[in-house]
Structure formats: structure tokens, C-alpha cells
Nanobody
């Protein structure tokens, strides 16, 4: 079993930056991809970014490409999401996820691929 705890959310003005962290415990997750998803009020959960177990491969949603950077530190069992140039439309609860399949593929852009989820951290961007 893996537990995921997100942190780093908060209120920021448009154009600002935040760095989210997601710490895993229970067992090492270095073999698994890790992903970030977000869900705004009255909207479906959507993919944000994913990173392979080694950290050598990434995917980004088009809406965040060039502004967000996903990274991981396997020694700390932690994944990060650096968010720059934030926009009001980035306002959402952000969730990290891991587990599921080992092999890196485009399926890591799909929420159903992941087995374990955190409780989420709120990000609010004011205009």
C-alpha cells in the first residue's frame, strides 16, 4: 500500500508561481510513473503532467506546457510540480497519483492508469 500526501498549494496572484510536492510512503515508488491531475469545481478531473519512474520521460497537458515542470527525487520518494505564470483557469484541487503499470506509455495521461491517489491540495489563482 502507498500513501501520498500533497503540499504546497495556496492562493497566488495571476502570473505568480507555486511548487507542489507529493511525498509517498509505505513503499518505494521509484519503479512507477507519477502523475499530477487537477479538478476544478463542476469539472471533470483532468491530466496535468506525468513523469516516468526514472524521471527521464515526461508528458504535459497542452494547457500547461511551457509553464509547469514536473520532476521527482526518488531518494526522497517525492514528486514535484513547479507552476509558473499561473492563470485563474489553473484554479483547482491538484492531486498526485502513482502505482499501476510499470511500463511508461501514453496511458500515464489517463487517471484510470494509476492505483494510488493523494487527498489533493487546493490551488487558487486570483486575477
Amino acid at each position: 500500500q502507498v500513501q501520498l500526501v500533497e503540499s504546497g498549494g495556496g492562493l497566488v496572484q495571476a502570473g505568480g508561481s507555486l511548487r507542489l510536492s507529493c511525498a509517498a510512503s509505505g513503499r518505494t515508488v521509484s519503479r512507477y510513473a507519477m502523475g499530477w491531475f487537477r479538478q476544478a469545481p463542476e469539472k471533470e478531473r483532468e491530466f496535468v503532467a506525468a513523469i516516468s519512474g526514472s524521471g527521464g520521460n515526461t508528458y504535459y497537458a497542452d494547457s500547461v506546457k511551457g509553464r509547469f515542470t514536473i520532476s521527482r527525487d526518488n531518494a526522497k520518494n517525492t514528486v514535484y510540480l513547479q507552476m509558473n505564470s499561473l492563470k485563474p483557469e489553473d484554479t483547482a484541487v491538484y492531486y498526485c497519483a502513482t502505482g499501476g503499470r510499470y511500463t511508461w506509455s501514453a496511458l500515464h495521461r489517463v487517471a484510470g492508469t494509476y492505483e494510488y491517489w493523494g487527498q489533493g491540495t487546493q490551488v487558487t489563482v486570483s486575477s
